[in-house]
């Protein structure tokens, strides 16, 4: 029920007044929810003046008025309405927000994360080195991340003092798994999973306490790892490989060579490319797609190229291969999907590597759009970001023009030819 009256109601949600109690809230809402201070109202038209002079009980003649807060609180209160002026407001709209005290609330729960955090930094093992105070300013400088309640941050903060005394400590421990210290930790094996915060906080106190800079891609911070005798995971990526045959008598280069000679595919590890030797003769060109398929299709026809497969996005490791091929003096020839994430995929490897766009152009996609609609196959949407494409500046326009997305399954067959060419 409201306690207003009804017509008393009516009459102060008229259009008159609509201004004026837009204007208290937004000053109440942000000055504690206190009925002080004043405010202006400007470029009032009749009805607004005429509402005003009969709430103020004063005559208003100008077109602009400065409203008294208190003044206004008060005739509310011996008005029919009988209600203060947050009272008021809320009965004729949303209950007030006190900002004011939300804002000083927040700064508590800053204040507190980070007080909290100086404290298990002074009562650890760690209190006696240098680079503690620098990380404490580092993260407070940085803020804790968005979307993360001030609870959350103080157990994160002091799980990452807890890892880093493992690490950095006095005791420091032997050799172990990430997986195996992020258990010990927050219990759960990918609790130092690459991209949480939590891995962030600890590479932040590693690096600071090593003296080195936080490095900004994978490889960088599986180094980082190692320099505490953490042992990343390096079996679960792979990169998808045919037709390899490197140099070499170690039983890894064999085993390439023989799945190349039996036309089977291979997924190489982080692990693996840290021991094997990739020596290929100088000048191979080696083809690199984005779909698996392509490799699939490739040994089913026991094509005779060596063929690398971004699978997608292309994983760290598939740029760790590529750079490995690359330092022994191979080529490269690119084909993706046309769509714009295959459009920026290709340009990135075409210009990291210099490679030769393979089958890329805006002949080829017109020719493989013009087949795909005369064989009857569904035309998939190109939606998405235009990408303009580095090494043929038609290419785009092109696609726009068509507005049809071709992954590779659509020239499938055309490569798979390329890849079974001896020269």
């Not at 006095?170 to 949480?196: F, Q, V």
Request: with cysteine; glycine share 8%.
């Amino acid at each position: 029920m409201s306690a207003l009256p009804a017509a008393t109601r009516e009459w102060l949600t008229g259009p008159g007044l609509t201004r004026l109690w837009e204007s208290v809230r937004k000053r109440l809402e942000s000055n504690g929810v206190q009925a002080t201070g004043s405010l202006r109202l400007t470029a009032m038209n009749p009805q607004e003046r005429n509402d005003l002079s009969l709430l103020l009980g004063k005559p208003l003649t100008g077109a602009a008025v400065t409203v008294r807060l208190d003044v206004l609180d008060a005739r509310l209160r011996a008005s029919a309405a009988g209600l203060g002026l947050r009272q008021t407001l809320e009965e004729i709209g949303q209950p007030l927000a006190n900002r004011r005290a939300a804002r000083a609330d927040a700064t508590a729960r800053r204040e507190q994360v980070w007080s909290s955090l100086a404290s298990s930094l002074d009562a650890s093992p760690l209190a006696g080195q240098e680079w503690p105070r620098q990380w404490y300013d580092l993260l407070r400088r940085a803020g804790v991340p968005r979307g993360v309640t001030s609870e959350a941050a103080v157990w994160t903060l002091q799980q990452a003092v807890q890892v880093l005394t493992t690490l950095l400590g006095p005791e420091r421990g032997c050799a172990r798994g990430r997986g195996e210290l992020a258990a010990m930790a927050t219990g759960s094996a990918h609790g130092l999973d690459d991209g949480t915060w939590l891995a962030r906080l600890v590479q932040r106190g590693v690096a600071l306490a090593h003296g080195t800079e936080f490095p900004d891609n994978a490889a960088g911070r599986r180094a980082l790892w190692r320099l505490v005798s953490v042992t990343p995971d390096e079996v679960s990526s792979t990169v998808l490989t045919y037709g390899m045959r490197p140099d070499g008598e170690g039983w890894q280069e064999r085993a390439l060579r023989e799945r190349a000679d039996h036309h089977a595919e291979s997924h190489l590890t982080p692990r693996d490319l840290h021991t094997l030797r990739l020596q290929l003769p100088t000048g191979t060109l080696i083809h690199i797609c984005e779909n698996p398929r392509v490799v699939e299709a490739a040994a089913d026809a026991a094509c005779v190229r060596p063929l690398v497969c971004t699978s997608g996005s292309a994983a760290t490791v598939v740029f760790t291969l590529l750079d490995a091929l690359a330092a022994t003096g191979c080529r490269f020839a690119y084909h993706g999907d046309f769509d714009w994430p295959g459009i920026a995929l290709a340009n990135r490897v075409i210009r990291r590597y210099g490679a030769r766009p393979w089958r890329m152009g805006t002949a080829d996609y017109e020719h493989l759009a013009a087949r795909s609609q005369a064989e009857g196959i569904p035309q998939l949407a190109l939606d998405g970001q235009p990408v303009s494409a580095d090494w043929d500046p038609d290419l785009s326009p092109a696609m726009i023009a068509l507005g049809v997305a071709l992954h590779e399954e659509a020239t499938l067959d055309l490569l798979v030819a390329d890849l079974s060419r001896q020269t």
